[in-house]
């Protein structure tokens, strides 16, 4: 056994050093090579395509099938001849990652032979076999049969020789299958409740865009060493393993100089990522040992996080010919930190406004203060909402665990910000406001700096904070694909700015003046949603319990925080912004609980095998050593000096002994709390079974393992250790 783990040791030790790929050229040279982007839409479309094209691209109008085949044609030309041979709809099921199926260009050619042929019926839409992607039900209530349509919102690309074109996944009945779907929908939604609020400000505003920032953190592992731990391979977490004596205790890791094999990773991965119009910008060490992050530059919503995942899979690619392993589970190693994705989240108008910057002028400041206020009383209302966005079996290990923030939803203001609130909530709005009183007040908000992006003091303990021109969702779990957390919260945003502006427009029927109508109901709001603002320390103990005493929900349970979805009040709202019907949101909610069954599942099969099978083996081998040992001590010593030297190793056969018993027993005990909750048939229920009677056996038994772990002969042990994961040179 102990030969395994020095194996993959000496593999990595013996390597020879990689040679980075270096292109020769700046990066505007060769940015966007591998992207049917405006610029070669322009070339290999007729005038009236790239009309339809960009028409789509800008105001979501239809294409028909004349123009989706010219557009086909455009793109076969350009595919082919940067020997691009096949292509695929390549679209975001409900389960973790993309789904591509590849088609090669061929048909029969005239003359016996192949062609290359493509065409606007098969860029547009296809249909492929639904029934091996989760649906949560939507599969038994209509057909099996689903289809991708192509999202021209999103430019075709080029990846290995293969033309991915982005699409949706809808069932046969148009129920949405996928992320891609509602996330579109919820854009929509944002988008018409954000222009009309801005008919206040701005009579130019046609359309409203949002913009996602993304923030991936991920461990790197040695490609050797991961293949020899069971644990990683197939739950991207290590189930046991005890901690390194030094990790992460010095800060030494978090921004230092890094490491010479991450760097090469990173050069090659971002020289792919720009080929691909992926707009990388920061690389850094993170805080945990082997933990790094990426981050680009911030797009448009869907166009983001098409990205992300897109990069996501690039990332796992190239880590291959650096002999690594992507790690994005949120806490793959006890003890340490985990990862997040941090959602920078912000709205900007057709007229280039940024929503989320203060501007100039009382008018604009009014108008950031509009979006602000009612953002803040959105995250109040759909606390419940938003955590259900983000909380499923692995980031439930993060949050709250002293480096991410806690299972309660709080916004971070910062001063500035915070101040013009408290202002606003006393000023004097209810009644008709005297001249002096107006003019005061207006003054007070033409007081916000244009720039207060260097002075919000940067509140690394929230899980939603404002950081100058935009929000940032910091509990987003690093393995998820942004659109459930975006989905929540511009549908959120989207229902509150509908009613802010019915609110607005009922106080002006009224016969008072357009800005006090804005103010009297700014004022109500910021009331309303007080307690849902922290500026203090959210990691801190005080922090729950005045959480609490605010009336604030804090949930950890995954099955009890994803039973928000099922409330009416939810079902509501995504039906009241045409998100999700009723079906939809039970299916994919149902297809959440399932998931988290099958993770601790999983889970709790390899841990079992892996202790019954790797470990209580290797602890018996040794402790059969320790016996011999002592019969010989007899055999040669007097009694009274045997006496005073079997001492102590009677006492470590003894606790091996322990800890062997303990395994054994609650790896029978769990494989019995697993058959009765493998008979539930109801998903919520077997959920909650899972989490109640099967979960907890993880951390106990792992317990006893670690214990081991740090008393057997380490020759002996089966499975590299932490010490020897963690510290990539
Ligand atoms: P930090 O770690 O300090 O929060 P980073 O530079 O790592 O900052 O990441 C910030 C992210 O926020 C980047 O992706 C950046 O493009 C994005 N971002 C900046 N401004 C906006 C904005 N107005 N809307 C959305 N995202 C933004
Ligand atoms: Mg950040």
């Not at 800890?659 to 494989?671: A, D, G, L, N, R």
Request: some cysteine; glycine content about 4%.
């Amino acid at each position: 056994m102990a030969e395994f783990r020095f194996k993959a040791l000496q593999e990595v030790l013996s390597r020879q050093p990689l040679v980075v790929r270096r292109e020769d050229n700046l990066t505007s040279d060769f940015y966007a090579i591998n992207v049917f982007d405006r610029p070669k839409m322009k070339k290999y479309l007729s005038k009236e395509a790239f009309k339809a094209v960009s028409d789509a691209i800008d105001h979501s109008s239809p294409i028909d099938r004349k123009m989706a085949d010219q557009v086909a044609q455009g793109m076969k030309a350009w595919a082919t001849e940067n020997r691009a041979t096949h292509y695929t709809h390549w679209f975001h099921p409900l389960t973790d990652g993309t789904a591509e199926k590849h088609d090669a260009f061929i048909t029969h050619g005239e003359s016996g032979g192949v062609v290359e042929a493509f065409s606007g019926k098969l860029l547009a839409q296809q249909e492929p076999d639904a029934s091996s992607f989760p649906s949560g039900g939507i599969r038994q209530t209509f057909e099996a049969r689903g289809y991708t349509a192509w999202d021209a919102s999103s430019p075709a690309f080029i990846v290995d020789g293969t033309l991915c074109i982005p699409t949706v996944f809808i069932s046969y009945t148009g129920e949405a299958l996928d992320y891609k779907t509602p996330l579109l929908r919820a854009l929509q939604a944002v988008d018409k409740a954000a222009t009309a609020v801005c008919s206040y400000f701005d009579k130019n505003v046609t359309k409203v865009h949002a913009n996602l920032g993304w923030e991936q953190e991920y461990f790197l592992i040695d490609d050797a060493l991961y293949m020899a731990r069971p644990d990683l391979v197939l739950t991207g977490r290590t189930l046991m393993g005890h901690a390194s004596a030094k990790d992460q205790q010095l800060d030494d890791h978090y921004f230092s100089s890094i490491p010479t094999r991450v760097y090469r990773y990173m050069e090659d991965l971002e020289n792919e990522a720009y080929k691909l119009g992926i707009p990388v910008k920061t690389r850094h060490n993170e805080v945990a040992p082997n933990q790094f992050e990426v981050a680009p530059i911030y797009e448009e919503c869907n166009l983001a996080n098409d990205h992300n995942q897109l990069l996501m899979d690039i990332m796992k690619k190239v880590a291959r010919r650096h002999n690594f392993q992507v790690l994005y589970h949120e806490k793959p190693f006890a003890a340490i930190n985990g990862s997040g994705k941090h959602n920078n989240w912000s709205l900007e108008t057709n007229t280039g406004v940024n929503l989320y910057s203060p501007g100039k002028n009382p008018k604009s400041n009014l108008q950031f203060l509009t979006f602000v206020v009612n953002t803040l009383k959105a995250v109040y209302d759909n606390q419940d909402l938003l955590r259900a966005s983000i909380l499923n079996a692995n980031n439930s290990h993060r949050l709250g665990a002293n480096e991410a923030p806690p299972s309660i939803l709080s916004v971070f203001l910062g001063s500035e910000v915070s101040q013009m609130l408290d202002l606003m909530e006393e000023a004097v709005v209810d009644r008709k406001m005297t001249p002096d009183e107006k003019t005061a007040l207006k003054l007070n908000i033409g007081r916000i700096p244009e720039i207060i992006l260097d002075n919000t003091d940067r509140n690394r303990t929230s899980p939603f904070a404002f950081t100058g021109n935009r929000f940032e969702f910091r509990a987003v779990g690093s393995s998820a694909n942004c659109a459930p957390a975006m989905i929540a919260l511009n549908t959120a945003v989207a229902a509150q700015l509908n009613r802010f502006k019915s609110e607005v427009d009922e106080i002006i029927a009224t016969g008072i003046k357009k800005d006090e109508a804005i103010f009297q109901v700014l004022k109500k709001l910021i009331i309303e949603s007080k307690p849902i603002r922290f500026d203090g320390n959210g990691y801190s103990d005080e922090w729950v319990e005045e959480a609490a005493k605010r009336g604030l929900t804090n949930v950890n349970s995954v099955p009890d925080s994803l039973a928000a979805y099922l409330t009416d009040d939810v079902k509501k709202l995504f039906a009241s912004q045409d998100v999700l019907s009723e079906k939809e949101l039970e299916g994919r909610t149902e297809v959440e609980y399932e998931k988290y069954t099958m993770k601790i599942q999983i889970e709790a099969r390899v841990l079992g095998d892996l202790a019954i099978n790797h470990i209580v083996p290797t602890a018996v081998q040794y402790q059969t050593t320790l016996l011999n040992n002592v019969r010989y001590l007899k055999e040669v010593f007097s009694e009274a000096e045997f006496e005073e030297l079997a001492v102590g190793r009677k006492e470590l056969i003894k606790e091996i002994s322990g800890h062997i018993s303990f395994i054994k027993i609650k790896v029978k005990e769990m494989v019995d709390a697993r058959k009765v909750a493998n008979v539930i048939e109801d998903p919520v229920e077997k959920a909650k079974a899972y989490e109640k009677t099967v979960r907890p056996y993880l951390d106990e038994i792992r317990y006893h393992i670690d214990k081991l772990e740090l008393t057997v002969d380490n020759e002996l042990w089966p499975l590299p250790k932490y010490r020897e994961l963690l510290f990539v040179k």
